[in-house]
C-alpha cells in the first residue's frame, strides 16, 4: 500500500485541491501553498516539494521553503468539510476548535494574515 490511500484502500484524495477562493484573504500575491511531502522525527521537520526536470520553484514557494527554518510560529490547521470550496469547520490542533463556513475561516485567514504582517 503506498502513502496515497488510507488503512481501507481508498484514495485519500483523486484531485489537485483549488486554494483561489482564498486568494483575497491574502496582499502582495501571497497564495496558499501545497508541500508534497513532509516527515517528523523527534521535533525534526523535512519538508519535500516534488517538480519535473527542468522546472523551478516558482518565487513563492521558494520564499516558502527558504524560510521554513527560521519560522518563529507555526499553527497546524485542519479543515473540516470537503475543502477547500465546502468547510463546516476548522481545528487549530491543540489550540482550539471552530464551528463556521467557507467565510469563516476566510476570516480567520485574513485575522491571521494582518496580525501576523505587523512587524
Known amino acids: 500500500m503506498d ?15 483549488d486554494w483561489a477562493p482564498y486568494n483575497d484573504c491574502f496582499d502582495r500575491g501571497i497564495r496558499i501553498s501545497d508541500i ?15 517538480k519535473p526536470p527542468g522546472i523551478l520553484l ?11 527554518p ?11 468539510g470537503y475543502p477547500p470550496r465546502e ?4 481545528d487549530i490542533v491543540d489550540g482550539g476548535d471552530f464551528n463556521g463556513d467557507i467565510n469563516g475561516f ?11 504582517s505587523r512587524r
Request: hydrophobic share 40%; with cysteine.
Open 3 to 17: 502513502n496515497l490511500y488510507d488503512g481501507s484502500g481508498n484514495l485519500f484524495n483523486r484531485r489537485l485541491w
Open 36 to 50: 508534497d511531502g513532509v516527515v517528523e522525527n523527534n521535533c525534526h521537520f523535512l519538508f519535500i516539494e516534488g
Open 58 to 68: 516558482p518565487k513563492g514557494q521558494y520564499l516558502l521553503h527558504s524560510r521554513l
Open 70 to 80: 527560521r519560522a518563529r510560529s507555526i499553527i497546524s490547521v485542519v479543515l473540516r
Open 87 to 90: 468547510v463546516v469547520g476548522w
Open 106 to 116: 476566510k476570516q480567520f485567514l485574513r485575522d491571521w494574515y494582518l496580525k501576523t
